[in-house]
């Protein structure tokens, strides 16, 4: 399966934006499909997750009450809505489907991974 993030781009402070991740190849809609980032200068970390019928959730303190995490019905699809963005939100935004269909939160976990999309957030 292979999974293409986008969505990203430049934002000021405050803003919000929308990033997608679609799965092509075979569906994920029995898969927990996570967000991790990596910003400039620092390690990979987990942004949020969502179980394969979107009935769990789970963030990153540093993004409880500004990020939202979702998925279609048919569950190939997975979006994350950024709300009151912030300087330190930048990032390269990466999707990933994980081995199983329980939510979880280590990159070990997770099986397949997308390209990436690049959140910059102006001050």
């Known amino acids: 399966v292979q999974l293409q993030a986008y969505g990203g781009g430049l934002v000021q402070a405050g803003g919000s934006l929308r990033l997608s991740c679609a799965a092509r190849g075979r569906t994920i809609s029995n898969n927990a499909v996570g967000w991790f980032r990596q910003g400039p200068g620092k390690e990979r970390e987990f942004v949020a997750a969502i179980d394969w019928n979107g009935g769990r959730t789970r963030y990153a303190d540093s993004v409880k009450g500004r990020f939202t995490i979702s998925r279609d019905r048919p569950g190939n699809t997975v979006l994350l809505q950024v709300n009151s963005l912030q300087p330190e939100d930048t990032a390269v935004y990466y999707c990933?489907?994980?081995?199983?269909?329980?939510?979880?939160?280590?990159?070990?976990?997770?099986?397949?991974w997308g390209q990436g999309t690049e959140l910059t957030v102006s001050s």
């Open positions: 990933a489907a994980a081995r199983g269909s329980m939510l979880t939160i280590l990159p070990s976990d997770y099986q397949y």
